[in-house]
């Protein structure tokens, strides 16, 4: 069998959502999506020996932000990033954007929406995870260029913005409400 980034981060996250996540060999995770960051082009792949693809800035980098939680809660934080935030965030800005609006997967590529989704949450999670809330140097060092490049939130978990996962979430504990 042979592992995937989308798989991956799905199978993941359902972990943690049921609160399983011990599950996972969650060293050898970091590990495995550490390594589909190609230096050369900063991007992730999605699969060992494939070329990269900007929709994998979310699927394996939405992974990171996790596994950094699962380690910390397990009394093992990672004292430094699994992945290079900034390298990400160029690979999007100069090879995915198209002239004409929207994101591609690589260089070559036609635009469409799915990419476009997924490039933008990636863009977002690499962004605001892990950061100092309200350290404006921190915020400065997180976005490559100008801070006008800076992108809402996007909760690693759910894909959405924080709070409108917020508010899915306090819904949801409201009672009669399905659970």
């Given at each position: 069998m042979e592992a995937h980034g989308g798989y991956s981060y799905c199978a993941f996250?359902?972990?943690v959502m049921m609160g399983?996540?011990?599950?996972?060999?969650?060293?050898?995770?970091a590990r495995w999506a550490s390594r589909r960051q190609l230096r050369f082009e900063g991007g992730?792949?999605?699969?060992?020996?494939?070329?990269v693809d900007a929709c994998y800035s979310f699927w394996v980098g939405g992974l990171f932000p996790l596994i950094e939680m699962v380690l910390a809660n397990d009394g093992r934080p990672h004292k430094e990033l699994l992945c290079s935030r900034k390298a990400l965030q160029s690979y999007v800005l100069v090879c995915c954007q198209s002239g004409k609006g929207g994101l591609f997967d690589k260089p070559g590529k036609g635009r469409d929406y799915y990419h476009t989704c997924y490039a933008l949450s990636g863009l977002s999670v690499m962004?605001?995870?892990?950061?100092?809330?309200?350290?404006e140097a921190e915020e400065e060092r997180r976005v490559l260029g100008q801070l006008a490049n800076t992108l809402e939130a996007t909760h690693p978990l759910f894909n959405i913005r924080l709070d409108r996962a917020a508010a899915a979430l306090a819904h949801f504990k409201r009672p009669g409400t399905m659970r």
């Open positions: 996250t359902a972990l399983k996540e011990k599950l996972a060999d969650v060293d050898a995770l992730f792949q999605g699969r060992t020996n494939k070329l962004q605001h995870f892990p950061w100092i809330e309200g350290d």
